[in-house]
């Protein structure tokens, strides 16, 4: 029997923030209005473990890795000084201009982005990727002169950010594959509208009696 075909990621894009709000103990998370942050070159998501080992009779009794946290970078095509100070704590001023702080404290937010999967035939799919409580730090900057002959685009690389656990349900992370079994069409279209949740499955019947 032929092996079903499956959709591999081969692009990037919708590279989306929404402010957090709130992150009560006892309650549920709120979010802001979606901020679009950039056409978007690359995401790396970095999987952060605590470990613990027990040895035992001169052997590995037992071990345990509990997942922390998750790092991100992103290589964006252009932040503007707008989104980078919303973003980053920095402030705009009256003229334009984006004033630069060691007091400055970046925001608490959720991140999405999408990813296109490979394809045989019919229309496109998608991965879709929220993470839901993190924040980014100031990056590095290049500037390089103009060279005879070429143009050199002098992108945004290297903003990472540390995303953790909600105080409110304890989650990190949530995705869905469009090509996945009962993935939700009604989710997938509101992806950048506000972070989608996990749907916890149904509950079994009662049997008969």
Same mark, same amino acid.
């Given at each position: 029997m032929a092996d079903t075909y499956v959709g591999k990621p081969i692009g990037v894009s919708n590279l989306t923030w929404f402010p957090l709000t709130a992150d009560p103990a006892e309650g549920k998370a709120t979010y802001g209005t979606a901020v679009k942050l950039s056409r978007l070159i690359e995401v790396t998501l970095d999987p952060q473990f605590v470990e613990g080992l027990l040895e035992s009779d001169n052997s590995i009794e037992d071990q345990i890795s509990l997942l922390q946290s998750v790092d991100v970078t992103?290589?964006?095509?252009?932040?503007?000084d707008a989104i980078r100070a919303n !973003? !980053? &704590?920095?402030?705009?001023d009256s003229t334009g &201009?984006?004033?630069v702080k060691p007091t400055d404290a970046p925001q608490l937010g959720a991140l999405a982005f999408k990813a296109l999967l490979s394809k045989e035939t019919g229309t496109d799919k998608h991965v879709y990727i929220v993470l839901y409580k993190g924040r980014f730090r100031e990056f590095s900057e290049t500037f390089s002169t103009v060279e005879k002959g070429t143009v050199k685009y002098q992108t945004h690389t290297g903003l990472k950010g540390t995303f953790v656990a909600r105080d409110s349900d304890g989650h990190i992370m949530y995705r869905m594959r469009e090509d996945s079994a009962g993935a939700s069409s009604t989710k997938a279209s509101a992806w950048f509208t506000s972070p989608q949740e996990?749907?916890?499955p149904s509950p079994p019947s009662p049997p008969s009696p």
């Open positions: 992103i290589n964006a095509s252009q932040l503007t !973003l !980053l &704590g920095h402030t705009m &201009g984006m004033l996990y749907t916890p």
